[in-house]
């Protein structure tokens, strides 16, 4: 007994289906969407913009700010009370850090790039699914970055080592369960967001990361074939992405 | 600058055109969409051009308000997401988002759309909530009238949990529909000088004079309206925009096509 065979068939190191979009939202100066199973994130890139109130400013480097929030209608059971919680807090503190590595904040002093994720459905690896949306986004709002973040959580159920757990999976209860999202700096191999919650051996927890590492490795070929495409559409309409357009970023009237 | 935009703008409507080269009345290209995500018991999105807004229907449980212990709670909430404008702001509601939830209510509650009675489990007791929440991801003018669409495509999706008398399994929706009677159709007409038009964009939206939004039944009804915009409006210029609403209503309903049909 015990859990050998995932719930939906999956190998251990498989993650759920994964699409990627890019430039989804037009007012924004950037936009994703990536979706990994029946996790949906959206995400928006406003600025580099004017950053108030001003004692805020960093004179020496521009600043990030991420907010990650769950549509009311998004979760599994109970309606989301709208306005933010402890939870949400934690996970845009975390965005941000995550994010913070690839980007050169240093170009734009006293500015700020806002990252807006949204959830419209949830299934367990939302942060994860966040992240990957977010370095898209700010990727297709053409600001200059090292590379691009890729993040998936890993962890162990019972006895199986595994790659983004589902939602059937972090609630498993008939034997321990780690949960250990992570985000590759796919280029460098590094880590910059790692946190964790259950229990898990030492030996597991290295073998979940290396395979963290190597799903980020193709889940970043997806944000790249994702911006790809919106760069190859968007040349062909005029080389219209909506960024950086006149009075409200509005380049589509076609 | 808002002056040149504004006789740059009306300029154009002089010329019956708009400048994305509409007429007056016309809307831009609308669609709505049910069932597009999987965690609400009914949801919907409703484009109207590049507007995109995205409504989710979650049911409860709860007890009943004290003076209506016999029906129903309903509750309208509209996030103005800051990922879908560089206008909005992370925060409490502004009141641009607490007029559309309120004028959209409205609609709703005074259409009738909800039988409440049905939804009473236990009188004083028991009583299902239906919460619509309104969610924008791109907004590009007119979300008002994209947000009251969307609201009553929800509702028309939605299918109540299974429900054992203690407590709700939302992982098992049933086949049972929510009562619902006749729809409300909000349409906003705006006015700048002597011009009215519908479905502005954002540039049209920040230059108007006064705007009227009209909830109509299908019936041709009035059940909800709400005047806004600095600018003062004649009996004759009201009459003229219900007028105008009241045609661009009965187009608009063609594009609820749920099956759980409404008057």
């Known amino acids: ?254 | 600058m808002n002056e040149l935009l504004k006789a740059h703008l009306s300029r154009w409507l002089g010329n019956g055109r708009r400048y994305d080269g509409r007429m007056l009345d016309v809307f831009r290209p609308v669609s709505v969409e049910l069932g597009v995500t999987k965690n609400a018991e009914g949801s919907s999105r409703v484009r109207i051009g590049d507007t995109e807004v995205m409504a989710g229907v979650k049911l409860a449980v709860e007890s009943p308000y004290p003076d209506t212990p016999k029906d129903g709670n309903l509750m309208v909430n509209v996030e103005l997401l800051p990922l879908s404008s560089p206008d909005f702001e992370a925060g409490p509601p502004s009141e641009e988002a607490i007029e559309i939830a309120r004028v959209v209510d409205r609609g709703i509650r005074e259409a009738k759309t909800l039988d409440t009675k049905k939804l009473c489990i236990q009188e004083g007791e028991k009583v299902w909530a239906v919460m619509i929440d309104i969610c924008t991801i791109n907004s590009d003018g007119n979300l008002l009238d994209a947000a009251a669409l969307a609201a009553v495509a929800a509702l028309q999706d939605t299918r109540f949990p299974e429900y054992t008398g203690t407590s709700v399994n939302y992982k098992k929706l049933t086949d049972k529909r929510l009562p619902l009677v006749r729809a409300p159709i909000s349409v906003t007409v705006f006015k700048l000088g002597d011009f009215l038009f519908v479905d502005p964009s954002v540039e049209e939206e920040s230059i108007f004079d006064a705007r009227l939004t009209v909830a109509l039944t299908r019936d041709g009804k009035i059940c909800a309206m709400q005047k806004g915009g600095s600018a003062s409006l004649s009996i004759d210029e009201v009459g003229r925009m219900v007028d105008l609403a009241a045609l661009k209503a009965s187009e608009l309903a063609g594009y609820l096509q749920g099956s759980n049909k409404l008057k």
């Open chain 1, 1 to 254: 007994m015990g859990y050998d065979k995932r719930v939906d068939g999956r190998r251990p190191d498989e993650t759920r289906p994964i699409v990627a979009k890019a430039g989804i939202i037009k007012r924004a100066d950037g936009s994703a969407m990536f979706r990994i199973g029946d996790t949906v994130a959206y995400a928006a890139v406003y600025g580099p913009r004017d950053l108030f109130p001003k004692f805020l400013q960093d004179p020496q480097r521009g600043i990030l700010r991420c907010r990650y929030n769950m549509m009311p209608f998004s979760g599994a059971g109970d309606r989301v009370k709208p306005g933010g919680s402890r939870r949400s807090k934690e996970i845009s503190m975390v965005t941000e850090t995550a994010l913070l590595p690839i980007l050169n904040l240093e170009d734009f002093p006293n500015a700020v790039v806002d990252v807006f994720v949204e959830l419209p459905q949830t299934d367990a690896g939302t942060r994860c699914a966040g992240i990957c949306a977010a370095a898209i986004a700010l990727a297709d709002a053409g600001l200059s970055m090292k590379d691009l973040v890729a993040a998936v959580s890993v962890g162990k159920v019972d006895k199986m080592v595994v790659v983004d757990l589902n939602y059937a999976e972090e609630s498993y209860e008939n034997g321990d369960v780690a949960d250990v999202p992570v985000a590759f700096i796919p280029r460098t191999g590094q880590l910059s967001l790692l946190q964790m919650d259950g229990l898990i051996d030492k030996e597991s927890l290295k073998k979940a990361l290396e395979l963290g590492r190597q799903a980020c490795s193709r889940i970043y070929d997806v944000q790249k074939a994702a911006l790809k495409e919106r760069f190859a559409s968007a040349a062909l309409v005029n080389g219209n992405n909506g960024a950086h357009g006149p009075v409200n970023g509005k380049g589509d009237s076609e």
